[in-house]
Nanobody, 125 residues
Framework: QLQLVESGGGRVQPGGSLRLSCESSSLSLNSYVVVWFRQAPGRDYQGVAVINVSGGLKQYLESVKGRFTVSRDKDKGTVSLQMDALETEDTGVYYC??????????????????WGQGTQVTVSS
C-alpha cells in the first residue's frame, strides 16, 4: 500500500517561491505516475502538474506553466514541485496523488487511488 506524505508548504508573499516534496513512507515513488492537485477554499480540486514514471513527460495546468516545475529524484524515490513567481490565486491545499499508469486525462481526481494528507500554501502580502 502506497502512503504519501507532502511537505514544504508555507506562507509567502506574491512573487515568492516554495518547493513541495512528495514521498512515500512505504514504497518508492519511482514506479508511479505522480500528480499534484490543489484545492482553494470553496473551489474544486485542480490538477496542477503531472510527471510520468520515466520523468520524460511533464504536463501543467495552463495558469502555472512557466512558473511551476515538477521533477523526480530517482535516488530518493521522491517527487518535487518547485513553485516560483507565486500569485495569490495559487493559495490552497496542495496534494500529491499517484497511480501506476499514466492517462492523457491526468487531471481527473477520482483516477488516483493514493493520496497524501495535503500541505497548505498561502500566498499573501
Amino acid at each position: 500500500q502506497l502512503q504519501l506524505v507532502e511537505s514544504g508548504g508555507g506562507r509567502v508573499q506574491p512573487g515568492g517561491s516554495l518547493r513541495l516534496s512528495c514521498e512515500s513512507s512505504s514504497l518508492s515513488l519511482n514506479s508511479y505516475v505522480v500528480v499534484w492537485f490543489r484545492q482553494a477554499p470553496g473551489r474544486d480540486y485542480q490538477g496542477v502538474a503531472v510527471i510520468n514514471v520515466s520523468g520524460g513527460l511533464k504536463q501543467y495546468l495552463e495558469s502555472v506553466k512557466g512558473r511551476f516545475t515538477v521533477s523526480r529524484d530517482k535516488d530518493k524515490g521522491t517527487v518535487s514541485l518547485q513553485m516560483d513567481a507565486l500569485e495569490t490565486e495559487d493559495t490552497g491545499v496542495y496534494y500529491c496523488a499517484a497511480h501506476p499508469t499514466y492517462i492523457s486525462a491526468w487531471a481527473i481526481r477520482t483516477y488516483y487511488p493514493y493520496w497524501g494528507q495535503g500541505t497548505q500554501v498561502t500566498v499573501s502580502s
